[in-house]
Every structure is written in C-alpha cells, then in structure tokens.
C-alpha cells in the first residue's frame, strides 16, 4: 500500500490521521511517501532480529538487487557483542544474495540510533518492521514504534512492514 505523508488539513511534520491508521491496521507493507521522489541507492534497515524487521529486510533486499543499492543494516545495543550476533542473520541473508551491505551497532534508544545512522550516512529510504502487541492471548493494533517516530522526522520514503 502506498501513502502520503499527511492530507491538507494536517501541518507541519504531524503524519495524517488517515496516514497512522493505515500503518497501524495494515496486514500488507505500507510505503510512506516521502516528500522528494528517492533513488533508494543507500537503504537504511531498522534491524531487531523480530520477524518483522526480518521481513522488512527481506522486503529491502528486494529493492536492493533491483536498484543495485547498498543497505545499511542498522541495529542500537548497549552491549556491541550481543548487538553483533544480531546483525549477524541479516549480514548472512544480503551476502548470500551479493548484496552490498554495511552494519552499524551502535549504543542508544533504537529510534535516535536509526536517525543518527541514516542522517550521517546520508539514506534515501528506511525499511523497517512494525510491533504487534497482544492483549489477553489475541493480536491487537499494530504499534509502529520507532519507525513512526522516524517518519516525523524524516522526508525520506519509510516502508513499514508488518
């Protein structure tokens, strides 16, 4: 599914109503648009280990070998060994595709690491996955969490996969 980042009647870097419903109810990838049209030649992944953010670079590798982008795995850990061995499922998956890749694990709250990364690196698009968060045994909405804080941020085409 495909988005902008906000109507006519929403200012400033506020993501749309209609916007922050659509990525916390979709069952399907959602790209938010950015505001300038994006290469994807250097492609930040927001990288836990979860299954969504293991879709989600699934989803970036995708791009990668079309675009011929280099990703840049991006992972925040207070404890590099530990943060290591977590960028290492995704550096085994983009080298077995011969995708070009670089890892960052560095300290700090997953959000500000991702933004700190992809400003320095300078990326043209974010993948990263969203949450599911479960009450009483059921699925319940999906909580974006840091990738929504980086698309207030950002003009950049975010895909949130869930």
């Known amino acids: 599914m495909l988005v902008g980042r906000r109507g006519v009647t929403t200012k400033g870097g506020a993501l749309g109503p209609t916007v922050t419903s659509l990525i916390r109810i979709a069952e399907r990838c ?5 505001g300038l049209p994006s290469p994807m030649q250097s ?3 927001a990288f836990d280990g979860h299954d969504t953010s293991r879709r989600a670079l699934e989803r970036a590798m995708q791009f990668a ?3 011929e982008s280099t990703v840049h795995i991006i992972h925040a850990s207070d404890d590099r060994e ?3 061995k977590v960028v290492g499922v995704a550096e085994a998956t983009l080298s ?6 670089v890892t960052h ?3 700090g709250k997953p959000g500000e690491v991702v933004a700190r990364v992809m400003q ?3 990326c043209d698009s974010l993948f990263a996955g969203a949450h599911m968060s479960h ?3 059921r699925p319940s909405a999906v909580v974006v969490s840091h990738a929504e804080e980086i698309l207030r941020h950002t003009d950049i085409p975010v895909v949130i996969q869930p």
């Open 135 to 137: 009450e009483e045994g």
């Open 65 to 67: 070998t079309v675009a």
């Open 43 to 45: 492609i930040a992944v």
């Open 30 to 34: 959602v790209i938010v648009c950015g």
């Open 96 to 101: 077995m595709q011969r995708v070009a890749f």
């Open 120 to 122: 320095r690196t300078r």
């Open 82 to 84: 530990a943060g290591l």
């Open 105 to 107: 694990v560095e300290a």
